[in-house]
């Protein structure tokens, strides 16, 4: 087996706000395996600048160092077993041997999903921006049928973030809309409590991560007392799951990419289940290539409610493939084809 990875850079439609900095662009690093056939597999390695373990500056050298042992062939269980600090490499190396392994044909996990008879509910996402941007962002998501949003938060005045709420809230019950919001860390420790409790005046599902990782004494005690569901999502990055047994969270996302792979997120699936602690899985701005890796997957586990797996129509470059949006659900259409000559 040989390989060799490949860059691309996307760039957003439009400027994407989250509480850590506005988006233009994201390169992603594509692993391409070829065996000796001549078929080839093609997994996704997406670094989230600021956020992903391995955003470090000897990124490169790592991945070169992996497609280096690949090529002397090292067994492929000891280079995944070597990637535990590198988890958006493990992830790209694991879905190009899964991809390898089915074919080359970008079909990991073949379904009900795959064949074009299913398709995954998502929520629909609200991006950070003046209180006029996000107003006309949720309107839009509900008159293309999404009964699920989530709303990014922290990034302008917190009062304005609750009248935008307050408006959807006013026009949808909880009956028929889903409200989840995401504060990417944004809360004060001092005023996390007193947000989570005016939040939770509104019928809201949950909040995703309210104050940074890493205060594990504090975000215990949050969802110990908390009046809102509370789903934690970058406390889990470079974690082991007994993080699970100090805070007790309600929810947990699984991000693959930052988790270390479709393994890796499998054993957090598990030990969450243990303890009755609900999750659901969200894609981390990958292309397509990645975004089909995790909706395949994510099909197999028959999960219960909303996934985060919408992110694919953000791009004005990404690498067109079956995957399509319809109502508030992603499907793969078996009538369309990838287009991954820039690969190969």
């Known amino acids: 087996m040989r390989a060799r990875y490949h860059k691309k850079t996307l760039h957003f439609k439009k400027p994407s706000g989250t509480s850590r900095g506005v988006l233009h662009e994201k390169e992603s690093y594509f692993i391409i395996l070829e065996n000796g056939a001549g078929q080839k597999g093609v997994g996704e390695c997406s670094v989230l600048k600021g956020l992903s373990l391995d955003d470090r500056p000897d990124y490169l050298d790592q991945l070169n160092h992996i497609i280096v042992e690949i090529n002397v062939e090292r067994p492929i269980s000891e280079i995944l077993e070597s990637l535990d600090l590198w988890p958006s490499i493990k992830f790209g190396l694991e879905s190009a041997l899964i991809d390898l392994e089915n074919d080359g044909v970008q079909i990991l996990f073949p379904s009900q999903f795959t064949s074009g008879n299913a398709g995954i509910p998502i929520n629909g996402l609200i991006w950070m921006g003046d209180k006029n941007d996000m107003l006309s962002q949720a309107q839009n998501l509900l008159e293309r049928g999404f009964t699920c949003l989530k709303m990014k938060i922290g990034a302008i005045n917190f009062e304005d973030e609750l009248e935008i709420i307050a408006h959807i809230r006013n026009t949808f019950s909880e009956e028929d809309l889903i409200l989840r919001v995401d504060a990417n860390g944004a809360f004060l420790p001092d005023q996390a409590i007193e947000k989570l409790k005016r939040l939770s005046e509104f019928g809201l599902h949950s909040i995703e991560q309210p104050v940074k990782a890493g205060q594990i004494e504090l975000m215990a005690e949050l969802c110990e007392h908390t009046p809102l569901a509370i789903a934690l999502d970058e406390e889990l990055i470079g974690s082991s799951t007994f993080i699970l047994d100090q805070i007790n969270p309600q929810y947990i996302i699984l991000k693959p990419s930052l988790?270390?792979?479709?393994?890796?997120?499998?054993?957090?699936?598990?030990?969450?289940?243990?303890?009755?602690?609900?999750?659901?899985?969200?894609?981390?701005?990958?292309?397509?290539?990645?975004?089909?890796?995790?909706?395949?997957?994510?099909?197999?586990?028959q999960p219960i409610g909303h996934q985060g797996l919408g992110t694919g129509s953000l791009y004005t470059d990404n690498i067109a493939s079956p995957l399509e949006i319809r109502n508030e659900e992603i499907h793969y259409n078996t009538s369309k084809n990838w287009e991954l000559n820039e690969f190969f």
Request: no cysteine; hydrophobic share 40%; aromatic share 12%.
């Open 259 to 301: 988790l270390g792979g479709l393994k890796s997120s499998m054993k957090w699936i598990r030990d969450a289940e243990q303890k009755g602690i609900g999750w659901w899985v969200t894609s981390a701005l990958e292309s397509n290539i990645g975004l089909n890796a995790i909706s395949q997957w994510t099909y197999t586990l």
